[in-house]
C-alpha cells in the first residue's frame, strides 16, 4: 500500500519531535511508522502530523506527536515489557506503544472510541493489542503488574491502584495537576521504593473515574 503520509511523517519526526530532544531511537522509529493518519477523522486527516492536539470522539483529544513522543520515552521501553494505557482515546498512543514493548492492554471509558480505536488495530495487523472498556483509575488487576504505565488523562492524583499495579522495578507516567492544566509525573518503582518527579506543564482531557474526577 502506498502511504502518502510518509514525508509528512518523517517531516513530523524530525522537526517536532527530534529536534526537541527526543533521542530514543526506538521511540522516533515507531513514530515513523504508525500511520497517525489512520487514528484520526478524515475530515482532520490532512492535519495528523502537525505540531497540535486534534479533536476525536466524545469530546476528548489525540494528544500533540511530540506529547505522545515525550511521555513514551519516559517508560524507557527496551522491548519486553508489560504496558498499561489508561485512555485509550484515538488508539495512537497505544499504537505507538504496542511497537516498542510485548503487550499493551489499554482501558477506555467511551464505547465509541474503543470501538473506532479497536478497527485501526486490527486494520493495521497490530495484534499485541487487548482493550477494554472500563473504568482505568481501578487498573487492569487481573493482567498486573506491568513493567509501565502511561495514563493519557489528567487527575487530581495517581490513582492508588495504578501504583500497586505496577511492577517493582517499573515506570508509570501521568497528568497530575487540576482540570485546567496539569504537570506529567513520573513515578518509578525500585526495590520497593517509589520516586517521583515532577515534569513539564500539560495539559490533557479529564481521568473520570473512582479514582479521577467525578463525571
Ligand atoms: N491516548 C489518547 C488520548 C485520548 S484523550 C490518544 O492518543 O488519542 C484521553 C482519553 O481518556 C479519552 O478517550 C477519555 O475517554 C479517556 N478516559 C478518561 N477517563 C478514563 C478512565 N477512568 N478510564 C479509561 N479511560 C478514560
Given at each position: ?7 509528512a511523517r518523517?517531516e513530523?519526526?524530525d522537526s ?30 490532512t492535519q ?11 469530546g476528548?483529544?489525540?494528544s ?12 524507557r521501553?527496551v ?5 498499561l494505557?489508561?485512555?485509550?482515546g ?9 511497537r ?30 487487548t482493550a ?41 507516567v ?19 521504593r517509589?520516586?517521583?518527579e515532577?515534569l ?12 479521577g474526577?467525578?463525571?
Amino acid at each position: 500500500m502506498i502511504d502518502r503520509y510518509l514525508s509528512a511523517r518523517e517531516e513530523m519526526v524530525d522537526s517536532q519531535i527530534r529536534a526537541r530532544g527526543i533521542l530514543d531511537e526506538r521511540v522516533l522509529a515507531a513514530m515513523r511508522l504508525v500511520p497517525r493518519h489512520i487514528f484520526i477523522d478524515s475530515a482532520l486527516r490532512t492535519q495528523a502530523y502537525d505540531d497540535y492536539p486534534l479533536p476525536i470522539a466524545g469530546g476528548q483529544t489525540i494528544s500533540q506527536p511530540y506529547i505522545v513522543a515525550c511521555m513514551t520515552e519516559l517508560l524507557r521501553l527496551v522491548g519486553h515489557e508489560l504496558v498499561l494505557e489508561i485512555g485509550t482515546g484515538s488508539g495512537y498512543q497505544t499504537a505507538v506503544l504496542s511497537r516498542l514493548c510485548r503487550q499493551v492492554y489499554s482501558v477506555e471509558r467511551l464505547n465509541s472510541l474503543l470501538t473506532q480505536a479497536r478497527k485501526a488495530f486490527d486494520s493495521l495487523s497490530y495484534f499485541n493489542i487487548t482493550a477494554r472498556l472500563a473504568d482505568g483509575t481501578l487498573g487492569w488487576p487481573d493482567a498486573a503488574p506491568f513493567d509501565a504505565i502511561i495514563v493519557t488523562a489528567g487527575g487530581p492524583e495517581v490513582p492508588p491502584p495504578l501504583i500497586d499495579q505496577l511492577a517493582d522495578p517499573g515506570r508509570l507516567v501521568m497528568p497530575v495537576g487540576d482540570q485546567k492544566q496539569q504537570q506529567l509525573r513520573l513515578l518509578t518503582k525500585n526495590n520497593g521504593r517509589i520516586q517521583t518527579e515532577t515534569l513539564a506543564g500539560v495539559r490533557f482531557v479529564d481521568l473520570i473515574g473512582a479514582h479521577g474526577w467525578k463525571n
